[in-house]
C-alpha cells in the first residue's frame, strides 16, 4: 500500500525546490502517493522586519503563489505539480527573476488557460492562498519555512539538502526522514550549512 505523503512549496524559495526534486526522485523507488500544496513565503513573513531586497523579493514571490492556487480552483489539484515544477525549473534553474515572464511560459508548457496569469497581481486568491498556507504551516509551527512535508497526522520542516539525492540515494534519504517522523517527541537534526542550492542543469 502506497505511502501518502504531502509537501507543501513556494516557487520562490530554492531549498523547496531541491525538496521536492528529491520527493519526486524518491516516488520512483518507494511506493509513494504525493500530493503537493502551495504555501507562501510572502503569507509567512507578514509583519517580519526584514531586509529591504527580501522585502522587494517577498512582493514578487506573491505572483506564482496566486497563480497556482488560481490553477488548482479551475482544474484540481493535481495541476500544482507539473506547473510548480515548471515555474521552478525555470526561477530556479534557468535564472528567470521576471515573475510574468515565469507564469506565462510555465501555463503555455503545460498547456494551461493562458488567464490565468491574471491572478498574479490580484487579491481575488488570497483568501484560498491562506487557507492552503495554513493547513500546511499550522501543524509544523511557525518557527521554520519551507519545505514542509506531512506524513499521515504528523508535519515535520525539511529535508533541506543540496543537492537533491537521485535514484536510491533518494530512497534512503526518504527511509530516514520516515523514521524519524514516526519517532514520538522527535523534534530536529540540523547542522550549519556549508552550501548554497544546487540546481540540476
Known sequence: ???????????????????????????????????????????????????????????????????????????GSEIIEPLYSAMGTRIHVQEQKDPDVVINESLAEIDLDADLASAAWTEEFDEALRKSHHTGMDPVGYEVGTPVLHIGETAIFGPVVTPAPKGEAAGVLWDGVKAVMSTPGFYELKRSRTLGPIFDA
Open 1 to 75: 500500500m502506497s505511502e501518502h505523503v504531502d509537501i507543501w512549496v513556494d516557487p520562490a524559495c530554492p531549498w523547496a525546490w531541491l525538496t521536492s526534486r528529491w520527493i519526486l526522485e524518491a516516488k520512483k523507488v518507494r511506493d509513494l502517493d504525493v500530493d503537493f500544496h502551495v504555501m507562501s513565503l510572502a503569507v509567512l513573513n507578514e509583519g517580519r522586519d526584514m531586509p529591504e531586497h527580501y522585502v522587494e523579493l517577498l512582493k514578487k514571490a506573491w505572483a506564482p503563489v496566486r497563480v497556482l492556487i488560481a490553477a488548482e480552483q479551475r482544474y
